[in-house]
């Protein structure tokens, strides 16, 4: 009778030892409801579960766009005075975060649509009033206009604005990913897309986190 008994216990110990790091697995993940969106967006997303994964990249893109950065120094900005100022990285303010899909979305007004590019005009030559709107809460804004080019390098600029500051960004639309963000421009500042692939199209985009309006924008190869 004891050595059954022993058996038995021996076998629930046995049991315990096999499915113990699966509760302390378990015991490990965070109470995801309860994080803030900056602890969320710094959640591990590969061990998070499946049903937190668009939440968690979402929280990551509500913090990649509050920052100015760019992918490989595809984008720069200039100050009135003619100073370039380099941005960020974009892999060194996120080390380890994917780059963001660029929304393809056009926005309702002053949007442009993208022909077949063997048969589109290869420059950029835009400008308009473009309505500036709050971006999103999460993601990058909508494309207000889309290009080819042959040029080295195209400049966006606000000549004037509704309120204090713009934002801005060039979308990679054949990659279909974001190549450079910037928060709070003045007018007059310009955002720069070097080195454009001849063989990709372009998105620019534009909002503010000042007063909603129309900007006279301008989208254009620079000779530079």
Not at 22 to 48: C, V
Not at 104 to 124: H, R, Y
Not at 181 to 204: D, E, F, I, V
């Amino acid at each position: 009778m004891k050595r059954i008994a022993f058996k038995v216990t021996a076998a629930l110990l046995l049991s315990l030892s096999l499915i113990t790091p699966g509760f302390a697995l378990a015991s490990n993940q965070p109470n995801y409801a309860t994080l803030s969106i900056e602890k969320l967006a710094y959640s591990d997303l590969k061990t998070a579960p499946e049903e937190w994964k668009s939440a968690i990249s979402a929280a990551r893109n509500s913090i990649i766009y509050s920052k100015s950065w760019t992918v490989d120094g595809q984008v720069a900005i200039e100050q009135p005075d003619g100073t370039i100022e380099e941005l960020p990285e974009f892999s060194d303010l996120f080390p380890d975060w994917d780059v963001p899909k660029a929304n393809v979305s056009k926005s309702n007004e002053n949007s442009t649509t993208l022909g077949d590019p063997i048969f589109t005009i290869m420059a950029a030559n835009y400008a308009g009033n473009v309505y500036l709107q709050a971006p999103p809460t999460s993601g990058g804004s909508p494309i207000f206009y889309a290009f080819n080019t042959n040029a080295n390098r195209v400049s966006m600029v606000a000549d004037s604005l509704p309120g204090t500051s713009y934002n801005a960004g060039y979308a990679d639309l054949t990659d279909q990913y974001d190549v450079g963000w910037a928060n709070n421009l003045s007018a007059g500042r310009k955002m720069y897309l070097t080195n454009p692939n001849k063989n990709h199209s372009y998105g620019a985009r534009a909002s503010t986190h000042s007063t909603p309006g129309y900007a006279l924008m301008g989208v254009v190869d620079d000779p530079s």
